[in-house]
């Protein structure tokens, strides 16, 4: 008998550091976005305290996204280049109050009023003009250029070319994304299957003990 409650204790300890673990690592990854959003911003505040043309604005922080990207890799991953940090940026301004957004992120003083929603959407609009498709990977982006190219000097055969090459690469991109939905249906099952076989095995070991503490 006390061979059995020994292994109850130690299911119960096993069950409650795995639920642990798993809020811990999601509470760290929380905190360390949150951590990058606050050098992006204030990179961001002190680049708009100096009174320069929205090129300079564009050039600072290309330098501040390209060394905080080298400094924190795996922060960063979930930012393919400046545009989607400042348009992240840009949104939680318009959906969220930015004297909370200050606070959150330890903004110095008068944040609020540095910030400009019309400056943000200049940067975005000028490095999208400087960098078309940069939003996109680099192989399409290539294609998409060399397009633009073929329509400006009016090369029929080049368009054409390059039109072929980015319907085949769409193809395979179709192709994946259908493959990467069927796996992720499967993944989500086996999920929700041994999350519930946890909890049921958990409580299987914590009513016996419990009763036992109450006898």
């Keep these: ?5 020994t292994l109850q204790v130690i299911a119960i300890i096993l ?4 639920y642990f673990f798993v809020f811990y690592f999601v509470f760290i990854k929380r905190e360390r976005v949150k951590r990058i959003r606050s050098y992006f911003f204030k990179g961001l505040v002190n680049i708009f ?3 320069e043309s929205t090129s ?3 050039e600072e922080f290309d330098l501040v996204y390209k060394k905080l990207k080298e400094k924190f890799p795996r922060e960063t991953n ?3 280049n400046a545009i989607e940090i400042l348009e992240d940026i840009f949104t939680q301004i318009n959906v969220q109050d930015i ?8 903004l110095k003083e008068d944040s609020e ?3 400009d929603k019309q400056k943000l959407l200049d940067m975005i609009k000028l490095i999208k003009e400087k960098r078309p498709f940069s939003s996109i990977n680099s192989k399409e982006s290539h294609l998409l250029m060399n397009i633009k190219t073929a329509i400006e000097t009016n090369n029929v055969e080049l368009g054409n070319t390059m039109l072929t090459q980015l319907s085949d ?3 395979i991109v179709e192709n994946n994304l259908r493959n990467q939905e069927r796996q992720s249906k499967k993944s989500f099952v086996v999920a929700i299957v041994g999350i519930v076989l946890t909890v049921i095995f958990g409580l299987s070991q914590l009513i016996p003990f419990i009763s036992t503490l109450i006898n």
């Design 56 to 58: 300079s604005y564009v």
């Design 15 to 18: 069950v409650s550091l795995l």
């Design 78 to 80: 979930q930012y393919r």
């Design 169 to 171: 690469n769409i193809e």
């Design 113 to 115: 009023k540095i910030i």
């Design 49 to 51: 305290s100096s009174n």
């Design 1 to 5: 008998m006390e061979i059995i409650d």
């Design 99 to 106: 004297n909370r957004i200050c606070k959150v992120y330890k």
